[in-house]
């Protein structure tokens, strides 16, 4: 492996830090455990990275701002238009604030989360994880949807779900959760 120096203490912090739960719980436990780990630390790095409110804000003053644009062009006024047009460069300026605070907590956490995918992909027992979801399930969670874009590997029945439907699905879980307790608003655009 070309980046073999790099890998290595990388992979051996994440087995130092991980495999206990794998080897504790078993895999699918411990991929709960690892995805309720990573989203509690991907909420808190939004809670201090971003500033809520601002962020609030910002995303009132969009709704506004496109709610007007809406309305200017179902009346088809051009004076509603044209005014608009003046107020577009202001509403650039907004949405950029915007994505530049939102890509805050996404720069600090996306390496260190992408180590540990590659790390999961590899681990033997969390890679062979197959979980075999009853027919009621797989079709609430929309997991069909899921496997149009992530095919399984060959042999997983068709009802059940690889270790990285089950780690999106916790993970989804928990930072809801998370969320929620961390009293972190939600974008309503």
Wanted: glycine fraction near 6%; aromatic fraction near 16%.
């Amino acid at each position: 492996m070309a980046f073999e120096f790099i890998t290595q203490p990388i992979f051996g912090a994440v087995d130092f830090v991980f495999l206990p739960l794998i080897n504790m719980f078993g895999p699918m436990i411990g991929v709960f455990l690892i995805s309720a780990i990573v989203a509690f630390f991907i909420t808190l790095a939004n809670k201090l990275l971003v500033d809520q409110d601002r962020l609030q804000f910002l995303q009132k003053e969009m709704k506004g701002f496109q709610q007007e644009m809406m309305a200017a062009q179902k009346s088809g006024d051009p004076k509603a238009m044209a005014e608009v047009q003046k107020k577009q460069a202001e509403f650039m300026d907004l949405q950029k604030e915007m994505m530049t605070n939102s890509f805050k907590p996404m720069i600090v956490t996306m390496i260190p989360i992408l180590f540990i995918y590659w790390w999961m992909s590899a681990e033997p027992a969390i890679s062979k994880l197959v979980i075999e979801l009853p027919s009621f399930v797989f079709y609430v969670l929309l997991v069909p949807l899921f496997h149009m874009f992530y095919h399984q590997s060959p042999g997983v029945p068709y009802m059940a779900i690889e270790w990285l439907g089950w780690y999106i699905l916790c993970s989804f879980g928990m930072s809801l959760l998370f969320r929620k307790f961390m009293g972190l608003k939600t974008g309503n655009i």
